[in-house]
């Protein structure tokens, strides 16, 4: 029997980095019940190196989604940026939130060097153009856990879920982070301030822009599947 409309997870992540609260999940956690009559499911997913892919195939196995749209926070920068790129790799100098530094680590040996990024992510710039939401492409996720769970789930759609669809959105930190960061820099520099306040975008928007990519990818589905 056809579906109607397609499954739908949408993923955020826990704070990191001595942060209290993290913009992605913050937004994943305040989208509708439905978006184009299609469920929104949503999880949280802890800043954790060998947990979050555990957590991620757990949850692929729960919902079946044929859309997965995983989002997590990128401090400096401007705009919601679409992640076409997953790289082989955990890189970073920074600690998880279980203090673990892993470096020159593959995510899968035995897995390719990248993946690209399968859903309709031209649609989705499309929507956010529309709603003059700032936006842009990008070819590089970082090596740390965004890019961990996006190699992650497009490994898991290639090896046992091929009905899931991924892409990965960055989203700028909230305005009060940004203010919040700014202050801590300036006590660091004896009470001045030694450049400009990191770029940041109103809850608000960044729930419009998640709301908007989810419609275009539903939209799209729906178009392939119900001719």
Not at 175 to 187: R, S
Request: hydrophobic content about 40%.
């Amino acid at each position: 029997m056809t579906k109607a409309f397609p499954s739908v997870l949408v993923t955020g992540f826990q704070p990191f980095g001595g942060q209290t609260v993290n913009p992605s999940w913050l937004a994943v956690s305040r989208l509708p019940e439905e978006i184009g009559h299609a469920p929104i499911h949503r999880a949280e997913l802890p800043v954790k190196w060998f947990a979050v892919l555990d957590c991620l195939e757990a949850l692929a196995e729960q919902y079946r989604p044929d859309i997965l749209l995983l989002t997590g926070q990128a401090g400096g920068r401007d705009a919601l940026c679409l992640e076409r790129v997953g790289i082989n790799l955990c890189e970073a100098k920074g600690a998880d939130n279980d203090g673990l530094v892993l470096q020159d680590t593959p995510i899968f040996p035995e897995g390719p060097a990248a993946y690209f990024s399968n859903l309709p992510y031209r649609k989705m710039k499309e929507a956010l153009d529309e709603l003059k939401i700032p936006n842009r492409y990008s070819f590089s996720a970082g090596a740390y856990l965004c890019n961990h769970v996006l190699y992650g789930a497009l490994h898991l759609g290639a090896t046992r879920f091929p009905e899931m669809k991924s892409l990965f959105l960055h989203v700028p930190y909230l305005p009060e982070q940004a203010e919040k960061l700014a202050k801590a820099q300036e006590e660091d520099a004896g009470g001045e301030r030694s450049g400009p306040v990191s770029p940041s975008m109103p809850l608000e928007t960044i729930v419009k822009g998640v709301e908007a990519v989810l419609a275009a990818a539903i939209a799209q589905w729906r178009e392939e599947h119900l001719l």
